[in-house]
């Protein structure tokens, strides 16, 4: 089945500087890679995604990339501010319609004041 | 358009009870997945439910099952609950219809305690 790794699990920035989270998928079926915002004690939000035939997407302060040769996907996040501060997950479906995400265990990313 | 709501949002249990929790989609919404979250495994997939069919299941004990009735709420059952089984059930629900066909947008989580 799908595995998905996602580095670094601690993320700490300055306030104003960027963050890169990136993640490794296996299966090479794989066309949708969603990504997450968890703040705490709330339900996961879907921040932005991407399908297997764009390389890149942007919305505002977010953007991630795909490189489907090398199986890997990166979410970037410029001018990061406190409000940014939460868990994100990084998640791949498992191909041919399916439904199923497979998600990475999470980046905690802390923007510091 | 309401989010997706589940209920009950908190629970405690027993071991060896069993538990069902509910999911309400989106309005219009047709698929329905359910994960639990854990803070050793993370988000792991339990099942996915469209028309009333279940298409996917994740690697879990025959414990755990679901269904979804034909206004596309859902629900999750648990028997024979084991401490391990203490988690935040979240579900899931997608609109099926290119292009949005892919994004899953989460309810508020049920949070299952087994003592």
């Known amino acids: 089945g799908e595995n998905v790794e996602q580095h670094p699990s601690t993320l700490s920035v300055q306030e104003g500087d960027s963050a890169v989270i990136k993640c490794t998928y296996s299966?090479?079926?794989?066309?949708?890679f969603p990504w997450y915002k968890q703040e705490l004690g709330k339900r996961p939000q879907l921040i932005i995604d991407?399908?297997?035939?764009?390389g890149e997407k942007k919305d505002q302060r977010i953007a991630v990339t795909l490189n489907k040769t090398a199986k890997h996907f990166s979410l970037h996040i410029t001018e990061t501010q406190p409000e940014d501060s939460a868990v994100y997950f990084c998640a791949a479906d498992s191909g041919a319609g399916s439904y199923q995400l497979t998600f990475g265990k999470g980046t905690k990313l802390s923007v510091i004041p | 358009k309401a989010g997706v709501t589940q209920t009950p949002r908190y629970l405690i249990k027993t071991r060896g009870q069993q538990v069902t929790l509910s999911c309400s989609p989106i309005?219009?919404?047709?698929?329905v997945s359910w994960y639990q979250q854990t803070p050793g495994q993370g988000l792991q997939f339990l099942f996915e439910y469209f028309s009333e069919t279940q298409r996917n299941k994740g690697n879990f004990p025959g414990r755990f099952s679901g269904r979804q009735f034909s206004n596309s709420r859902s629900e999750m059952n648990v028997s024979t609950l084991e401490l391990g089984d203490s988690a935040l059930y979240l579900c899931?629900?997608?609109?099926?219809?290119?292009?949005?066909?892919?994004?899953?947008?989460f309810g508020p989580g049920t949070r299952l305690t087994v003592t």
């Open positions: 309005s219009g919404h047709r698929s």
């Open positions: 899931a629900s997608s609109l099926v219809e290119a292009p949005l066909s892919y994004e899953q947008y």
């Open positions: 991407i399908r297997s035939n764009v």
């Open positions: 299966d090479s079926a794989s066309n949708y």
